[in-house]
């Protein structure tokens, strides 16, 4: 099974639904906005990616970041991995005017902050966005990626519950092209194109990550053994909200 690393007692699991109404209710019943909610997300992504960098070495960091909240974790964990020191690269998967609510708060954040912004990269080959990955100016034109590579997929989230279609599509092929030529992929949440309940692809395109922070929980979709070899090593990231509060909306199953 996965190796999970966790901070609650025990590893809660969660389906599409009772995730969305986690984060309804600790909106509604806490008080807590849902701002906060992916700043504490952030705070556990970049736990997760430091740690990664750290370990493997890495030096040239891409997030790729969709227009919805998970697109925002990326945006957010930027943020973080900016004020470490680091450089990521940020590349939008959509045009900055389709980024809304929380996710546009943090790309504005990352605008004023001057951090390095790729927009949109959907018609953008593989090895174009590879060279602008690289400052050192030399020529990287080989199939190769250099192993210092983290790509970090924050295109879609959970609620994600039909195939990936283009130009959106491209994202993934992008990524996975990447990953097959040498990156270390990280993904927020579930990679993108991934089911959270059944834990098998959605269509033709699909992520494939070497590490998952998966937030709050499990997902139900974890359990389904053919996951693994979309999520690689899953972490669970904490949120910032009660175990006891989590508890109520998780489902009655056990990971092990």
């Known amino acids: 099974m996965h190796a999970v690393q966790h901070t609650p007692r025990d590893t809660l699991i969660f389906s599409r639904d009772s995730v969305r109404a986690l984060d309804k209710a600790a909106t509604d019943d806490l ?6 909610l992916m700043e504490h997300a952030a705070f556990a992504l970049a736990r997760a990616a430091l740690e990664l960098i750290r370990e493997k070495h890495l030096t040239r960091i891409g997030i790729v970041c969709g227009p919805g909240n998970n697109g925002g974790d990326g ?21 900055p005017g389709q980024y809304k609510g929380d996710a546009a ?6 605008e004023q902050m001057g951090l390095r912004i790729l927009d949109p990269i959907l018609s953008m080959a593989p090895q174009a966005a590879l060279e602008i990955l690289h400052r050192d100016g030399r020529d990287h034109s080989s199939d190769r990626v250099p192993k210092d590579v983290l790509l970090i997929d924050a ?20 990524m996975n092209a990447l990953r097959a030529r040498g990156a270390t992929t990280l993904a927020v949440d579930i990679p993108s194109g991934l089911d959270c309940d059944t ?19 499990m997902k139900q979709g974890f359990l389904e053994p053919q996951s693994r070899d979309y999520t690689g090593k899953v972490t669970v990231g904490s949120i910032g909200l009660p175990h006891d509060f989590m508890k109520r909306f998780a489902l009655d199953l056990r990971y092990t």
């Open 155 to 174: 295109l879609f989230g959970t609620g994600l519950d039909r195939p990936v279609k283009p130009p959106m599509d491209q994202a993934i092929r992008w």
């Open 199 to 217: 834990g098998l692809p959605l269509g033709d395109h699909t992520v494939r990550a070497d590490v998952t922070v998966t937030l709050a929980g």
């Open 31 to 36: 008080g807590i906005p849902s701002i906060l």
């Open 105 to 110: 708060i943090n790309l504005h954040i990352v």
């Open 75 to 95: 945006l957010a964990l930027a943020r973080h991995l900016a004020i470490h020191g680091i450089d990521p690269l940020i590349a939008l998967a959509s045009v």
